[in-house]
């Protein structure tokens, strides 16, 4: 299973630049089966600033993934993604 991060948008201060939410999207694909999740985590401003001109997405995405429980997360899609593969119920008629 391969999980892909991005950044979908950044919502900034216009006087400095400050980014203040991060709006983000985890991907996880294992073949033709996949499973994924979208979310927001805010920032406040910290000892340390990056220009908005200057962010990187993979800096972003290392920002976020600070905020979020990545193990869980990714665990929870693989557990997706298996009963995807090994579906428990299923819905139809027998004709």
């Known amino acids: 299973m391969k999980t892909t991060y991005t950044i979908a948008q950044l919502d900034r201060q216009t006087a400095d630049g400050l980014v203040t939410t991060a709006h983000w999207r985890a991907d996880a694909i294992d073949g033709e089966h996949s499973a994924g999740a979208y979310g927001s985590?805010?920032?406040?401003?910290?000892?340390?600033?990056?220009?908005?001109?200057?962010?990187?997405?993979?800096?972003?995405?290392?920002?976020?993934?600070?905020?979020?429980d990545v193990e869980a997360m990714e665990t929870s899609f693989a557990a997706q993604i298996e009963a995807k593969k090994n579906p428990v119920a299923a819905v139809g008629v027998p004709w």
């Open 41 to 68: 985590v805010g920032f406040e401003r910290g000892d340390t600033f990056t220009a908005y001109e200057s962010l990187t997405e993979s800096q972003v995405i290392a920002w976020v993934k600070e905020k979020l």
